[in-house]
C-alpha cells in the first residue's frame, strides 16, 4: 500500500512539473510603416535575410580601410570586453541549467566523541566516549513542480541571446566608428593636398603682385592682400593637419595601437560611394542587433516573473542518502555498517513580511520597463535610417549644384586673373574670386566626405552590411531602398 501511495505521488508531481507562472511571451507590439518615407521610388532590394553581414566595409574598396578593420576585430580592448560579457551571460545559463539535474555530494568524517555522564536517558552500559567513523554519499532532485528551474533557465537563455546581439552591436558601432574616422581623414588629406596647390598658385600670384608692384603697376594693398591671402592658406593648412592627427590618434585607439605609434600615410586617391539596398523595414527588427538585444530582454523579464511567482509555492525535492557508519575505522566499509536513507522532503515559506509579493512587483515592473526600452530601440531604429537615407538622398543633389557652382567660381578665378594682369581690374577681385574658389572647392570635399559618412550610417542602421557595386564618390549614385507602397 505505501508503494502504491509512493508511486502516485510521484506520478502527481510528474504531471505538476509542467507547470509554469511565467506569462504567456509575446514581443511588444511596435507600428511598423510598410516602406521608408525617404527612400524614393526605387526598385524593391533582395531580402535582408539574403545580406551577408561581415565585410561591409569592403563595399568602399579601400585596401588600407579593409586592413583596419580587421585590426578592429583582432585588437580592441572594448570589443574584448564585449566578448567577457558575454561568455559570462553563458556561463550564468549553464548554471541555471545545472537545476535540470541532481546534485550529489559526497563526504566522510572521523570523530571521537565524549557525552556527558548525566545527560538524560543514557543508558548504564553506554560508553562516555567512543568513536565515529561515517562515509556517505547523497542524491537530491528537485522535481520543479511550479517551473521556476524551467523559467531560470529561459531568463538565462533569453539574457545570453541578448548578451550576444550586444555583442554584434558593439562590433558594429566599432566598426563604423573606424569607418568614419577613416573617411574623414582621408578627407581631411584631400583637403590637405587642395590647400598645397592653393598655397602654390598663392605664391605665384604673390611673386606676380611684387613684380607689379616692382614696376609701378600694382600698389602697396594689392601686395598685402596677396600676402594676406598666401597667410590664411598656410593657416588653414596648419589647422587641417591638426585635425588630421585627433582622426589618426582616434583610428590607432580603435585599432588597439598606442597613438604614439601609430602613423598612417595621406592618401589622396578617389574614393568610392557603394549603393545600399535598404529592404523592407520589418527587416530591421531581426537584423538591427541592438534591436534584437531590447527584444530578447523583454523575453529576459517575462520569464522571470515566472521565477518570482514560484516562490509562492512549496519546493518539493527527492533525497536519496547511503554509506556507511562504525565506532571503528576496522572493519568499517561493511554491511553490517551500512546507513541509508530517502524520500521527498517539502519545504514552503509561510510569511515573509511581502518579500516575495514585492519581487514579483519588481519583476513586473522590469518587464513594462524592457517593454518600453524595446520600443523605444525600434523607433530609432526607423528613425536613423531615415535619417541616413535623406542624408544620401539630398547630399546628392547638393553635390550636383556644388559641382556646377565650383566650375563657375574656378572661371571667375581665370578671369579676374587675366583681367587683372591686363590692369583692368584691382587686386580686390582677385582676392575676392580666390576666396570663393577655395572655399566652394572645400565645401565639395566637405560633401564627399559627408556622403561617405551617411553612407556608413545607413549601413550602421540598416544593421550591418553586405557587398554592391560601388561608384565614384563625384557621380551621382542612388540608393536602393525599398519602394513606396502604393
Same mark, same amino acid.
Given at each position: 500500500?505505501d508503494?502504491?501511495r509512493?508511486?502516485?505521488?510521484l506520478?502527481?508531481a510528474?504531471l505538476?512539473?509542467?507547470? *509554469?507562472?511565467?506569462p504567456?511571451?509575446h514581443?511588444?507590439?511596435t507600428?511598423?510603416?510598410t516602406?521608408f518615407?525617404e527612400?524614393?521610388a526605387w526598385?524593391?532590394?533582395r531580402?535582408?535575410d539574403?545580406?551577408p553581414?561581415?565585410?561591409?566595409?569592403q563595399?568602399?574598396r579601400?585596401?588600407?580601410?579593409?586592413a583596419?578593420?580587421?585590426?578592429v576585430?583582432?585588437?580592441?580592448?572594448?570589443l574584448?570586453?564585449? $566578448?567577457?560579457r558575454?561568455d559570462e551571460a553563458?556561463a550564468y545559463l549553464?548554471q541555471?541549467r545545472?537545476?535540470?539535474?541532481?546534485?550529489?555530494g559526497?563526504g566522510a568524517?572521523?570523530?571521537r566523541?565524549?557525552q556527558s555522564?548525566t545527560?538524560?536517558?543514557?543508558?548504564?552500559?553506554q560508553p *562516555?566516549t567512543?568513536?565515529?567513523a561515517?562515509?556517505? $554519499?547523497?542524491?537530491s532532485y528537485d522535481?520543479d513542480?511550479?517551473?521556476k528551474v524551467?523559467?531560470?533557465v529561459?531568463a538565462?537563455r533569453a539574457?545570453a541571446?541578448?548578451s550576444?546581439a550586444?555583442?554584434?552591436?558593439?562590433?558594429?558601432?566599432l566598426?563604423?566608428?573606424?569607418a568614419?574616422?577613416?573617411?574623414?581623414?582621408?578627407?581631411l588629406?584631400?583637403q590637405?593636398q587642395?590647400?598645397t596647390?592653393?598655397i602654390?598658385?598663392?605664391?605665384r600670384?604673390?611673386?606676380?603682385t611684387?613684380? #607689379?608692384?616692382?614696376g609701378?603697376i600694382a600698389?602697396d594693398?594689392?601686395?598685402?592682400?596677396?600676402?594676406?591671402?598666401?597667410?590664411?592658406a #598656410?593657416a588653414?593648412?596648419?589647422d587641417?593637419?591638426a585635425? #588630421?592627427a585627433?582622426?589618426e590618434?582616434?583610428?590607432a585607439?580603435?585599432t588597439?595601437v598606442p597613438?604614439s605609434s601609430?602613423?598612417?600615410?595621406?592618401?589622396?586617391?578617389?574614393?568610392?560611394l557603394?549603393s545600399?539596398?535598404?529592404?523592407?523595414p520589418?527587416?530591421l527588427l531581426?537584423?538591427r542587433?541592438?534591436?534584437a538585444?531590447?527584444e530578447r530582454?523583454v523575453?529576459q523579464?517575462?520569464?522571470?516573473?515566472?521565477?518570482a511567482?514560484?516562490?509562492?509555492f512549496?519546493?518539493l *525535492?527527492?533525497?536519496l542518502d547511503?554509506g556507511f557508519q562504525?565506532?571503528?575505522?576496522?572493519p568499517?566499509?561493511?554491511?553490517?555498517?551500512?546507513i541509508?536513507?530517502?524520500?521527498p522532503?517539502?519545504?514552503?515559506?509561510?510569511?515573509d513580511?511581502?518579500k516575495?509579493?514585492?519581487?514579483?512587483?519588481?519583476?513586473?515592473a522590469?518587464?513594462a520597463?524592457?517593454?518600453?526600452?524595446? @520600443?523605444a530601440?525600434v523607433?530609432?531604429a526607423?528613425q536613423?535610417v531615415?535619417?541616413n537615407?535623406?542624408?544620401l538622398h539630398h547630399?546628392?543633389?547638393e553635390?550636383?549644384?556644388?559641382?556646377?557652382a565650383?566650375?563657375?567660381? @574656378?572661371?571667375?578665378l581665370?578671369?579676374s586673373m587675366?583681367?587683372y594682369r591686363?590692369?583692368?581690374?584691382?587686386y580686390?577681385?582677385?582676392?575676392?574670386a580666390?576666396?570663393t574658389e577655395l572655399?566652394?572647392? $572645400?565645401v565639395?570635399l566637405?560633401?564627399?566626405?559627408?556622403?561617405?559618412?551617411?553612407?556608413?550610417?545607413?549601413?550602421?542602421a540598416?544593421g550591418?552590411?553586405w557587398m554592391?557595386?560601388?561608384?565614384p564618390v563625384g557621380?551621382?549614385?542612388?540608393?536602393?531602398p525599398?519602394a513606396?507602397?502604393?
Amino acid at each position: 500500500m505505501d508503494k502504491r501511495r509512493l508511486c502516485i505521488a510521484l506520478a502527481g508531481a510528474a504531471l505538476v512539473s509542467g507547470c *509554469s507562472f511565467a506569462p504567456p511571451y509575446h514581443a511588444p507590439a511596435t507600428s511598423i510603416p510598410t516602406a521608408f518615407k525617404e527612400g524614393g521610388a526605387w526598385q524593391r532590394a533582395r531580402p535582408a535575410d539574403d545580406i551577408p553581414r561581415d565585410a561591409w566595409w569592403q563595399a568602399y574598396r579601400d585596401s588600407r580601410l579593409n586592413a583596419l578593420e580587421t585590426q578592429v576585430a583582432a585588437n580592441n580592448p572594448d570589443l574584448d570586453a564585449a $566578448v567577457a560579457r558575454h561568455d559570462e551571460a553563458n556561463a550564468y545559463l549553464a548554471q541555471a541549467r545545472s537545476g535540470f539535474l541532481p546534485t550529489i555530494g559526497a563526504g566522510a568524517s572521523v570523530s571521537r566523541q565524549r557525552q556527558s555522564d548525566t545527560r538524560p536517558l543514557r543508558g548504564s552500559d553506554q560508553p *562516555s566516549t567512543y568513536n565515529t567513523a561515517t562515509v556517505d $554519499v547523497g542524491i537530491s532532485y528537485d522535481l520543479d513542480l511550479w517551473g521556476k528551474v524551467r523559467n531560470e533557465v529561459s531568463a538565462g537563455r533569453a539574457a545570453a541571446e541578448a548578451s550576444a546581439a550586444d555583442l554584434a552591436s558593439v562590433r558594429l558601432s566599432l566598426q563604423a566608428s573606424l569607418a568614419n574616422a577613416y573617411f574623414n581623414l582621408r578627407g581631411l588629406d584631400q583637403q590637405q593636398q587642395l590647400l598645397t596647390d592653393t598655397i602654390d598658385t598663392y605664391q605665384r600670384a604673390l611673386k606676380l603682385t611684387l613684380s #607689379r608692384h616692382a614696376g609701378g603697376i600694382a600698389s602697396d594693398l594689392d601686395v598685402s592682400r596677396a600676402q594676406t591671402q598666401l597667410a590664411s592658406a #598656410r593657416a588653414a593648412a596648419d589647422d587641417v593637419t591638426a585635425r #588630421r592627427a585627433l582622426y589618426e590618434h582616434a583610428i590607432a585607439s580603435l585599432t588597439g595601437v598606442p597613438a604614439s605609434s601609430f602613423s598612417l600615410a595621406a592618401d589622396t586617391a578617389p574614393d568610392y560611394l557603394p549603393s545600399i539596398p535598404a529592404g523592407v523595414p520589418a527587416s530591421l527588427l531581426q537584423r538591427r542587433p541592438d534591436v534584437a538585444a531590447a527584444e530578447r530582454r523583454v523575453a529576459q523579464a517575462n520569464a522571470q516573473i515566472g521565477v518570482a511567482k514560484a516562490a509562492y509555492f512549496p519546493d518539493l *525535492s527527492l533525497g536519496l542518502d547511503g554509506g556507511f557508519q562504525s565506532d571503528t575505522l576496522s572493519p568499517w566499509i561493511m554491511a553490517p555498517n551500512e546507513i541509508w536513507s530517502m524520500g521527498p522532503s517539502l519545504f514552503m515559506t509561510i510569511f515573509d513580511g511581502g518579500k516575495r509579493a514585492a519581487i514579483t512587483h519588481q519583476a513586473q515592473a522590469k518587464l513594462a520597463e524592457n517593454g518600453a526600452t524595446y @520600443k523605444a530601440t525600434v523607433l530609432l531604429a526607423f528613425q536613423q535610417v531615415e535619417d541616413n537615407l535623406a542624408q544620401l538622398h539630398h547630399l546628392g543633389d547638393e553635390a550636383v549644384n556644388q559641382d556646377q557652382a565650383l566650375d563657375a567660381a @574656378k572661371r571667375t578665378l581665370q578671369l579676374s586673373m587675366s583681367r587683372y594682369r591686363d590692369g583692368v581690374v584691382s587686386y580686390l577681385d582677385v582676392v575676392t574670386a580666390q576666396t570663393t574658389e577655395l572655399d566652394t572647392e $572645400v565645401v565639395a570635399l566637405n560633401l564627399k566626405t559627408r556622403r561617405l559618412l551617411a553612407s556608413v550610417g545607413l549601413i550602421q542602421a540598416l544593421g550591418g552590411g553586405w557587398m554592391a557595386k560601388a561608384g565614384p564618390v563625384g557621380a551621382v549614385v542612388p540608393v536602393t531602398p525599398v519602394a513606396k507602397a502604393v
